[in-house]
């Protein structure tokens, strides 16, 4: 039996009441409360225009078709992610061109991205992933950002933020930042509706076209021709588009979930805490490297890397944690690693020495929101026991 798993989600709040409210309506699709989840998840970010729907991979494939993405584009996207971020590039039948990350961070930094254009200056596109809520560097003060980098190359930008939220970067939250972001509401993000995903927009264009391609390419709202007491039938499409919208019983979890959204990061920070406090002395062990405000990170996950003085490899270290009922997580066996894209693009790993030093030695800690701290205890002196250098056991 596992003692502590991996990631557990809390649904402490009105879950079960607006979800309730949901089935007595006798309408379960897309209405009322899906709308009600984008008001609030816009008005939350501090944005024009959220929309909602049925997974993040959803929402970036429907972000790249808004930003223009065709046939044969380029599109830069970080090795050290989910291949969600990059098959979306591929459904437009575009290519992705992977770049090395931050060692400490798993970032795209201006620096990183600055080398990347000026190797490939046919690139149009950037996905920028806010690895684990860490917000990648958009902005700072030298006007040298990712976002000051790509508005002087012409690239336009996607934001994965599956990881992130809520997430902040000086005065502004994740989502806020460039064309297109999108979030992840899956059941072991740091909030969930079970699947779904939010994309959001200050662009009343590119919202315009996700509006009709998130559900058929239908000109028109048509949730309510089947509720409404006018004849409302007629419709017309005018794109072949996709079968994405959120469900109303998704956003009614979606919405109890939002109401508790900085609680849960709290919650989260309190067990990053003392990850910090217990672990930061264990030579072996590198821990995430933090460069926001602290409360600024959505902390999804906690991921440490066993260096290379560990006298055990990652993958013993995980069997040992399971041994011991400890559920752990791997992020992420990086895509030039994944056989479709180091076949399809012929990938070298020497071209991405950083994400190749994380893959080598990565594993995410448990982290949820209401961790027990006897749990929580249990995880750290697991860890330093099984660290522990056959020196220091005798
Ligand atoms: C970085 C990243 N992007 C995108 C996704 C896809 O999210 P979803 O499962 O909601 O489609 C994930 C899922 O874990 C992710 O980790």
Redesign the pocket.
Known sequence: MQKVPFAKVACTGNELKYVTEVLESGWLTTAGKAQAFEHKFAEKLGVKYACAVN????A?HLGLEALGVQSGDKVFVPAM??T??AEVIRYLNADPVLLDVEYGTNLITPKILEDAIAKNPDVKYLVV?HFGGHAAEMKNENKNGIMDICCRHGIKILE?A??AFPSRLGDQMVGSFGDITCF???ANKTITTG???MLTTNNEEFYRRVKVMRLHGINRDIWDRFTSDKPSWEYDVVAPGYKYNMPDVNAAIGLAQLEQADLFREERQKAVDYYFEQLNNIECLDLPICKVKNSDHSWHLFPVVLNDSAHISRNEFIEKMADLGIGTSVHYKPLHHMTYYKETYNLDSADYPNAERVWKGTVSLPLYPFMDLEDLKYVCESVISILASEKDLI
């Not at 997974?55 to 959803?58: N, P, Y």
């Open positions: 997974s993040c991979t959803a970036l992610t989910f969600a971020s992933v994965d599956a990881h992840s509401f899956y699947e779904g995903g």
